[in-house]
């Protein structure tokens, strides 16, 4: 399928999705987010696909936010139908996807873009990259996810502090804090990523996709009991069996 406002890259076992709008900095409008949506649907059915990352064109920004043009005019109704859909059509599915996203967090990541990488399931940023929520700078709090995924990241203390202030802050002010995994020059940003993406696609899919699920499920009432049902559900699964003859073998696993 041909897109106009992302690039799909697909190479062995995982995929890149480019934001591809530099002319406004990747900000995220309608057409880019179902895009993005449909792309993830096709990798989702796309076995050859063990894990995906998502990026932004050029050194300068991931995602500089939404694009304030569409939405600048709306009431209420209008309004909250766009971060629902929004919501619908992509954050959550990136977070319940059963592959792993991994950002590669590409300088700013304002608003939107911070959403989205807060969507995603591992954030590496580079050194350049600049994240926040400036949304009270505009009358508004953040729609797409971003007062309760922050706050799970990196506490409420200090989530309050940034959307609050709307302050932007640094990579390694983001590694300290949590909220992305590691920080490399922009020009290893790729290079790392695709490195982590390889470790984890060499491991069992099935594994990894029952974790996600447990992992999203750590904050409520039902994660030990799915953690327990899920453990008892891939003793009869194939990945288990190659798993533990490879190990008992001593040799790789051929998930």
């Known amino acids: 399928m041909s897109y106009e406002n992302i690039l799909l890259k697909k190479e062995d076992k995982l995929s890149i999705i480019t934001i591809n709008r530099p002319e406004s900095l990747n900000a995220l409008n309608a057409k880019t987010i179902q895009e993005i949506s449909t792309a993830l649907d096709e990798l989702n059915a ?3 696909c063990r ?10 920004s991931f995602v500089a936010g939404a694009d304030i043009k569409e939405f600048s005019e709306f009431g209420q109704e209008k309004a909250e139908e766009l971060a629902r859909n929004g919501q619908n059509t992509l954050f959550n599915k990136i977070e319940n996807m059963s592959k792993p996203v991994i950002a590669a967090v590409n300088g700013f990541a304002l608003g939107g873009g911070l959403e989205l990488a807060m969507a995603c399931h591992i954030r590496y940023a580079s050194e350049n990259a600049r994240l926040g929520l400036p949304e009270v700078t505009l009358g508004l709090i953040p729609g797409y996810g971003g007062t309760q995924r922050l706050p799970k990241l ?7 502090e940034m959307i609050f202030s709307a302050k ?3 990579a390694q002010k983001a590694k300290e804090i949590g909220l992305v995994n590691e920080v490399y020059p922009i020009e290893e940003l790729l290079t790392k990523t695709k490195e982590l993406a390889n470790t984890i696609a ?7 996709s029952k974790a996600i699920n447990a992992v999203n499920l750590s904050d409520t009432e039902k994660g030990f009991e799915t953690e327990i049902k899920y453990f008892g559900q891939l003793f ?3 990945d288990k069996k190659e798993g533990v003859t490879a190990f008992l073998e001593k040799r790789k696993p051929n998930f």
């Open 202 to 208: 060499y491991n069992s899919p099935m594994a990894i």
């Open 51 to 60: 894990v995906i990352i998502l990026t932004g064109s050029g050194e300068k």
């Open 236 to 238: 009869e699964m194939e």
């Open 46 to 48: 796309d076995t050859s």
């Open 154 to 160: 990196v506490g409420k203390g200090i989530a309050n």
């Open 168 to 170: 932007m802050i640094p």
